[in-house]
């Protein structure tokens, strides 16, 4: 299924989402620069399945390099945007329309 997030709130909050229901932790427990690890308490393995969700959610694909280094929703966010633009620009040749990425 591909998802396309038309604004930024919309985006951050359904990236938030994925992060509480996957690490089950409450969402008011989660801020921009929350830990996976520290903060909410994931282990390695909590992240590859963090990672695998966000794939499947956003139909991208994460080389296994990256999953270390995103451990907060700051870096979620920018890291699936980041995938997002690129999985938007190959399939339209180089052009966007205007959704946010």
Avoid: C, H, W
Wanted: charged fraction near 35%; charge should be negative; avoid cysteine.
């Amino acid at each position: 299924m591909e998802t396309v997030i038309e604004n930024k709130i919309d985006f951050e909050k359904k990236v938030k989402t994925i992060i509480a229901y996957k690490l089950k932790v409450d969402e008011n427990e989660i801020n921009p620069l929350s830990n996976f690890v520290i903060d909410l308490d994931a282990d390695f393995l909590g992240l590859v399945d963090l990672v695998m969700e966000f794939e499947k959610e956003f139909d991208i694909s994460i080389p296994d390099g990256q999953i270390e280094k995103i451990i907060t929703l700051n870096e979620a966010v920018e890291n699936i945007r980041t995938y997002e633009k690129q999985k938007m620009l190959n399939r339209s040749g180089g052009r966007l329309n205007g959704a946010y990425i």
